[in-house]
């Protein structure tokens, strides 16, 4: 199988590697020249010449969009595997053409994620809450925050859009969100033009009161969730690898690349079973665009 990657930061670095591990033919659209597989300077070039089954595109959020219109301009129409969010904004969605989309929420994979969803799958829940925080000048340490794109806001950076992982899993868990509010900004002394703290609360199908709360400022980084319902009292601690379920603990604390091995094995044969979809991707950025208008105006909004 041949796979395509456009954009090769750390994060299509890190999928190339996996994939190539997998036995993948793995080839770049980048300018990148520590990219150590074949490069090509477009997507229409590379569709030519390298032929590829599968495209996964994981360059700047705010590009996300184009590369797609690309992809569907030179005729491409295998699957295609986009980073997270899957668009910055809802506007920005193109036209697919006959492409299998998905949308890369790798933490859907986690083992104890895995079973925490085997645990609540369609049941009601009482109330649930998740967090995710980490200090953004310790995220990468090999660059200068400032220069991210995750201090842009241009260029779809901002935690909440960063930290949607949280998002996605409170709709894969509780359901479509059916109202939300929010409050959101940049309050730190961050040298960042984008969003850095966020708390929302939403209605969810599933569930009557869900909190997020997702901040770049944490600097012992954390990830959590707590879920109650009829005769069900769960907690995980991603950081910590434990699940605790009415008492009972499990601890597991796999290899980083786990997530994004079962992911990609995942979009290599089409299994939908835990891959998000094209519409959960845009569930997500409406969502998120949800939020943004709540904590601006200070009202609930309907995704």
């Known amino acids: 199988m041949r796979m395509l990657i456009v954009g090769y930061g750390s994060i299509g670095a890190r999928h190339g590697r996996i994939a190539a ?19 090509f300077g477009s997507i229409a070039e590379a569709l ?17 969009a184009d590369a797609l219109r690309a992809l569907r301009e030179a005729g491409f129409a295998g699957a295609v595997l986009i980073e997270k969010p899957i668009f910055d904004a809802l506007d920005a969605l193109p036209e697919t053409g006959n492409m299998r989309i998905y949308t890369a929420y790798n933490l859907r994979f986690h083992p104890l994620v895995q079973a925490l969803r085997a645990r609540v799958a369609g049941r009601p829940l009482f109330c649930a809450n998740f967090q995710a925080g980490q200090y953004l000048p310790q995220w990468r340490p090999a660059t200068d925050y400032r220069q991210s794109y995750s201090a842009s806001k241009s260029m779809g950076g901002g935690v909440l859009r960063d930290l949607s992982h949280e998002i996605d899993l409170a709709l894969w868990l ?36 869900v909190s997020v709360a997702i901040n770049y400022l944490d600097r012992k980084p954390h990830r959590t969730i707590t879920l109650n319902g009829p005769e069900l009292s769960a907690a995980l601690d991603l950081v910590a690898g434990e699940l605790t379920v009415n008492g009972e603990t499990t601890q597991l604390t796999p290899e980083r690349d786990v997530t994004y091995r079962a992911q990609l094995e995942a979009f290599a044969s089409d299994d939908v079973t835990t891959l998000a979809t094209l ?3 845009i569930d997500v950025v409406r969502f998120v665009d949800a939020a943004e208008a709540a904590a601006a105006t200070g009202s609930w909004i309907q995704p």
Not at 55 to 64: F, G, K, W
């Open 21 to 39: 591990s997998l036995g993948i033919e793995v080839a770049c659209v980048s300018r990148n020249e520590a990219c150590p597989h074949p490069r």
């Open 48 to 64: 030519e010449r390298f032929m590829p089954e599968r495209v996964l595109i994981a360059n700047p959020t705010a590009q996300h």
């Open 174 to 209: 509780c359901g479509p969100a059916v109202r939300v509010a929010a409050l959101g900004g940049h309050f730190s002394d961050l040298e960042i033009d984008s969003d850095d703290v966020f708390s929302m609360l939403s209605v969810n199908a599933r569930c009557p009161a």
């Open 279 to 281: 519409a959960e991707g």
